[in-house]
């Protein structure tokens, strides 16, 4: 006991000495002491930070803690409220010591049951929270439960007063000014961040290290080391035309790849843009104009109409704020925001923003309100979007050494040429082995130069075949054919960003739509109008007053737009109350530009009433010259409904006005009279506006046309349950539905009250209910035939939008992503938030069986549509994304192409997609589906040609080497044929119109190769017949000329004279000896030699213009609609005129090619053209055999194991077999 007491009074002393040597803490040490201590005790050591943790257990702390106490400042919430504890009840209880303990022991006391003796001393171990609790156990239980709760608290929902405290802010003074600036320091600007561009010199270079350049590049450094080391003449530049020209294909490619690419996406500038340059806060108490960049967390923001939101905020006050967040959930209708924190209803679904928060570059629409900055800068939602926009695809990108890799967003053309090159580098380095092995070993010698030794002459054979077998010109023919659909694709309201994305298009399985201002008009439009108990229809779309009528219920405008006459309704009374009562309490407006187009102003949940207005010939102006509105009382999210009085322009001339008033209303009645002394106009929720109204119009009995008036008639539970089933009825149909009511005031009611709710007590009372307007945001014109263009061409249509599942699916329903009789409304169409479970997204295999038979998608945030996005891609789908929201441009970037909107739409979403519609009309993609399919198959079918060039080549020089020939072509004659004779016919390929039927094929799978099998047999078998009849060409004018085949026969050591034929007649010989003047022999060796090449290399030329008219289709012959390409005309003529040029240029021919045409004689060029005539033949003979084994489909092992209906079917046919065994 002695050795206890002691140590314990040791280590009191120990802590008192402690205590009084610790420096003493500065006022702001002591702050934030304070609001650690406060953060620690309302939401818990997690919510403090580790900081306040440490200090909790000092003696500083509780120091502070009783500090505040003192003042009275600490604030708990409970569950009815917030209210201050005294000091008393934060005083703590007494704290029994150690020595107390041992006084008992001494004393004999007996020790008490272990559970009361551990509930007794509880209190030591006890926080801040836990005092409180042990001094008032019962009173602040409730409290104290609550505070638990409240650690799992979010900033829309934190009381105000904790939430400034957290930010170190006042809500009523906001933020000192040097404060302010600290943490602007610390922060950083209120802006978005943006990553480094890349320039054009840089992705200049990349292009240069694609695989196939490289292959060009290298070719290029073999064949002028060649020219250098071997050459006769290595200081003329001639002797490197062959690499100066392969050098010029390939900078003038990678030019036009990196232009392209430099035009690449500004979406995070446009993002920036979106931002308020000037925003008002609230700083040491005084309003005062900043940069919003300069805002920063904790900041008073003040907002007014037409402010853009400058970062998320918190709103302490509100007056009928409205905002437009299109943006953020692509939903075109405002958005009302209270300061006001509601509970959640249970089974309701979560909102995509809450009505306590505003967002960054949202735009005010309506009211004013006074808010607290508590996100800013990247932290924000639309930071949140960009950093998703920069975010790569799998985390850090690979670099080539220190460049940039831009191959993420590739799109499968892209990556199987890519692979198509790799192949054809090592298809051309076998090659090249192989001939350089086998020349070698035959002691292969040069014809124009006995001195270069075989080894050496066999290397500069081995780079000739090299450029034989790379493709040069493929890349540009890419380049440029894909150029050329754009332009063709802007004739069809088709913008392309991206070149290579047109053909991805073509192979796409899925087109994933926004539903708002893609798929529907972006514009609320009233439909439907009920009034007296009769319906109404309204015609048209848009802002547009001048397309659209009213009618009758359930008619239908044979044009989308007129009536039939017996179905107009545009004079009856009743429709025409409801308009008028319903304008008359509205502020839009209804106007034309000097374009045309119509705009309204004002709320968007008015513009539809005022254009129905204008429909009828009812104008704002009109109205105002017959009444004036005295009061109005603005519409709240609280009354659900706004009102207004108007009383008649001229009191005194009343008669008049009537008499004037060209309009045909409800007069019979003094409960419905419109000229009254004064008269209140309500409109709002239905069942707010019921609950307001004593009588209802009503068809007087026995009225037995629409043009008479109704009546007037009390409104039993009868009626008003009628009144009720019809809104839940335009209700179901995803129409928004507003009720019109009016009541017309006595003169001896009096004055209106100044009190705004006792003002608006006083009007809605008594009301008439005059009728119902239902708008919507109707779908666009064309939409739902191009959905089944789509479906047609098995490519699957899904909706993903931001709105409500019922809206989703009333809209899927009209353009029949979703059958219309309702069988796949609980399978095909989903909440997004049926995607996570406790916030965490599902496993990717549940996810991929979500998308795999979901059609629809409801209230999708940006991060859903990501997910749906990547699910697809992960099925092996090509997906297209079309949006026009900032929503959006995460997904549009993510997909395999993205498609923006480009008169609603963002620079944000154009920024970062693919392809634009220029004009918002989804029915352009289906076109542009069909162009990329044509352009596509206009590349297999280049490819096939232009690799069977390359095959020939390859195999007519292989061939020579090994028969012992001599070699057939120069390797600058190898280019000039494949660049400037069969290029521009290839191209012609690339732009052939479509073949029948192109649309009824299934999209070609993502990993599908370029060149497919049964292509593959296509290019060799056309290669080979080229070099049949090429080579029998050949060794015929070989010995024409010479009078021998191979090159051991023709060189001058083996003889002396020689049989050509001659002159002036073909198969005619004669003996040609050496005279005098030809010492060296050179007319039947070198001359023969340059002559047989001039008349293989014609020929050539005119069986590849040939087979250019075969090659533009795999299947049909070439005589069906031989010239209907006019493209392709034009290129072989363009062709025929560079042989021309060639041959007959003085200079070009001789010195450059090597081409001799005034030496070949009459007979050379009859022998060329039987070569092209024979080639022509043969290729359409192996056509005619090939439609006897019709090409099979390439089928993906991946996509094997997958269900049948997984890329191709309808989701009815998914639907169905889903249930099935079969499936």
């Not at 009213?550 to 044009?559: E, L, Q």
């Not at 997609?913 to 989804?922: A, C, G």
């Not at 073949?995 to 290019?1019: H, S």
């Amino acid at each position: 006991i002695a050795v206890v007491s002691s140590a314990t009074l040791a280590f009191t002393l120990l802590r008192r000495h402690h205590d009084k040597e610790r420096p003493r803490q500065d006022k702001d040490t002591r702050k934030h002491t304070k609001k650690n201590s406060l953060m620690s005790f309302l939401f818990g050591k997690d919510k403090a930070g580790g900081e306040a943790e440490e200090q909790k257990e000092s003696a500083s702390e509780e120091k502070a803690t009783m500090e505040m106490v003192e003042e009275g400042k600490v604030k708990v919430a409970e569950a009815k409220g917030e209210r201050e504890f005294t000091e008393e009840e934060l005083a703590p209880p007494h704290k029994a010591t150690v020595l107390e303990a041992l006084s008992e022991v001494i004393e004999g006391k007996k020790p008490e049951d272990p559970e009361v003796e551990k509930e007794r001393h509880r209190h030591r171990f006890d926080n801040k929270a836990g005092v409180v609790l042990a001094a008032h156990k019962t009173e602040t239980l409730e409290t104290f439960t609550q505070l638990e709760v409240d650690a799992e608290i979010e900033v829309h929902s934190a009381p105000i007063p904790l939430l400034a405290s957290e930010l170190d802010s006042d809500k009523d003074r906001g933020l000192q000014t040097q404060f302010a600036k600290d943490r602007l320091l610390q922060d950083g600007p209120n802006e978005l961040e943006k990553p480094p561009r890349i320039t054009l010199c840089v992705l200049f270079i990349i292009q240069l290290v694609q695989p196939i350049i490289a292959l060009l590049i290298g070719a290029a450094v073999a064949s002028a080391v060649i020219s250098a080391v071997a050459g006769n003449q290595p200081g003329n530049p001639l002797s490197y035309i062959d690499s100066i020209a392969i050098t010029i294909i390939v900078f003038l490619n990678a030019m036009l790849a990196a232009l392209t690419e430099n035009s690449a996406n500004g979406a995070l500038e446009a993002l920036s843009a979106l931002s308020s340059p000037i925003s008002t806060v609230v700083r040491d108490g005084e309003e005062v104009e900043i940069p919003s960049a300069d805002i920063v967390r904790g900041d008073i923001v003040v907002l007014t109409t037409g402010d853009v939101v400058p970062a998320d905020a918190r709103i302490i006050t509100s007056s009928d704020l409205k905002v437009n967040e299109m943006l953020l959930t692509g939903e075109s209708e405002d958005v009302s925001k209270t300061q006001k924190v509601k509970k959640a209803k249970a089974g309701a679904p979560e909102k995509l923003t809450p009505d306590t928060m505003v967002f960054s570059s949202c735009t005010v629409k309506g009211g004013n309100a006074k808010v607290l900055v508590v996100r800013c800068g990247m932290e924000t939602r639309v930071g949140q979007i960009a950093a998703l926009l920069t975010s790569d695809k799998d985390g850090a990108k690979k670099s080539y050494g220190c460049l940039p890799d831009t191959s993420a967003n590739q799109t499968p053309l892209q990556v199987e040429l890519g692979k198509l090159a790799v192949q054809i580098g090592f298809l051309a380095i076998m090659c090249c082995t192989i001939v350089f092995v086998v020349g070698v070993a035959v002691n292969a010698e040069d014809p124009d130069n006995d001195s270069i030794p075989s080894w050496l002459y066999m290397i500069l054979i081995a780079v000739t075949l090299t450029v034989a077998a790379i493709p040069e010109g493929l890349p540009l023919c890419v380049t440029i054919s894909l150029s050329s659909g754009c332009s063709d694709m802007v004739k069809e309201n088709v913008l392309m960003r991206k070149i290579a994305a047109v053909e991805t298009l073509g192979s796409a399985s899925i087109i994933c739509t926004d539903k708002t201002g893609t798929l529907t008009e972006g514009k609320m439009t009233t439909v439907k109008a009920w009034s007296s108990f009769n319906d109404y229809v309204v015609s048209g779309k848009g802002f547009d007053p001048t397309q659209g009528q009213v009618a009758t219920g359930g008619s239908v405008a044979p044009d989308e737009v007129n009536f039939a006459d017996d179905e107009k309704r545009m004079d009856d009374p009743r429709i025409i109350s409801t308009v008028i009562s319903a304008s008359l309490c509205s502020n839009a407006t209804l106007s034309q530009n000097e374009e045309g187009f119509w705009t309204p102003r004002g709320n968007s949940s008015e513009a539809p009433i005022i254009v129905l207005g204008a429909k009828l010939g009812i104008w704002p102006q009109d109205l105002e010259a017959t009444f004036a509105r005295t009061a109005e009382i603005p519409f709240s999210s609280s009354r659900k409904m706004m009102a207004c009085v108007v009383e008649p322009a001229k009191k005194d001339d009343v008669e008049t006005l009537k008499s004037e008033f060209k309009f045909n209303v409800v007069t019979g009645s003094k409960d419905c009279d419109f000229f009254a002394s004064r008269v209140a106009h309500v409109k709002g929720a239905p069942n707010y506006i019921l609950e307001k109204c004593t009588t209802i119009l009503q068809d007087a009995p026995g009225a037995s046309s629409y043009e008479t008036e109704p009546v007037v008639v009390p409104m039993t539970e009868d009626l008003k349950t009628k009144v009720l089933d019809k809104v839940d009825e335009l209700s179901s149909q995803a129409l928004r539905v507003l009720a019109i009511a009016m009541r017309p005031i006595d003169a001896d009611e009096g004055a209106l009250p100044e009190d705004v709710e006792a003002k608006f007590d006083f009007l809605c009372k008594d009301l008439v209910l005059v009728g119902l307007v239902a708008s919507i945001d109707p779908e666009r014109d064309g939409v739902k035939q191009a959905v089944q263009d789509a479906k047609n061409a098995y490519v699957r249509t899904i909706m993903i939008t931001g709105d409500y599942l019922k809206t989703a699916q009333a809209i899927a329903k009209n353009i029949e992503i979703l059958p219309s009789d309702g069988s796949l409304d609980e399978t095909g169409a989903v909440d997004c938030g049926s995607l996570r479970v406790e916030g965490e997204y599902k496993p990717n295999e549940v996810i991929d069986e979500m998308t795999l038979r979901t059609n629809v998608f409801a209230r999708a945030k940006p991060e859903d549509k990501l997910e749906i996005v990547k699910s697809l891609q992960r099925q092996g789908l090509v997906s297209a994304m079309t949006g026009d929201g900032v929503n959006d441009a995460p997904a549009l970037k993510e997909a395999d192409i993205g498609v923006s909107m480009g008169l609603e739409g963002t620079e944000v979403a154009k920024g970062a997609s693919d392809m634009i519609l220029t004009d918002d009309n989804f029915c352009s993609i289906v076109k542009a589906v069909k162009k990329g399919r044509v352009i596509y198959s206009g590349i297999e079918k280049f490819v096939s040609f232009i690799m069977s060039v390359h095959f020939a080549e390859v195999l007519q020089i292989f061939l020579c080497v090994v028969i012992g020939l001599p070699i057939m072509r120069s390797p600058l004659q190898i280019l000039f044929l494949v660049l400037v004779t069969d290029l521009p016919p290839a191209i012609a390929l690339g732009v052939e119109p479509a073949e029948a039927g192109i649309m009824d094929q299934k999209p070609r799978p993502k990993t599908q190769p370029v060149v497919l099998p049964w292509m593959w047999r296509c290019i060799v078998a056309n290669g080979m017949i080229l070099t049949c009849c090429i080579m029998v060409v050949y060794v015929i004018a070989l010995d024409a000329y010479s009078g021998a085949y191979f090159q051991s026969d023709i060189n001058r050591d083996t003889r002396n004279s020689c049989y050509v034929w001659s002159r002036g007649a073909m198969f005619s010989r004669r003996k040609y000896r050496d005279p005098q003047e030809d010492s060296k022999f050179d007319e039947c060796t070198k001359f023969a030699i340059r002559k047989a090449r001039t008349c293989a290399f014609i020929s050539l030329v005119w069986a590849e213009n040939l087979r250019a008219y075969t090659a533009r289709s795999f299947t049909k012959p070439v005589w069906v609609a031989t010239f209907n390409n006019r493209a392709m005309n034009k290129a072989v003529f363009t062709a025929q005129v560079c042989l021309y040029v060639a041959l007959f240029v003085p200079g070009l021919s001789t010195a450059v090619l090597g081409l001799f045409w005034d030496e070949i004689y009459w007979w050379g060029w009859v022998l060329a053209l039987c070569g092209a005539f024979a080639c022509l033949i043969g290729c359409e003979l192996f056509k005619a055999v090939s439609r006897m084994f019709p090409n099979t489909e390439w089928v993906d092992p991946n996509e094997a194991k997958k269900p049948a209906f997984a890329n191709t079917e309808a989701p009815e046919a998914v639907a169905a077999a889903s249930s099935t065994e079969e499936a």
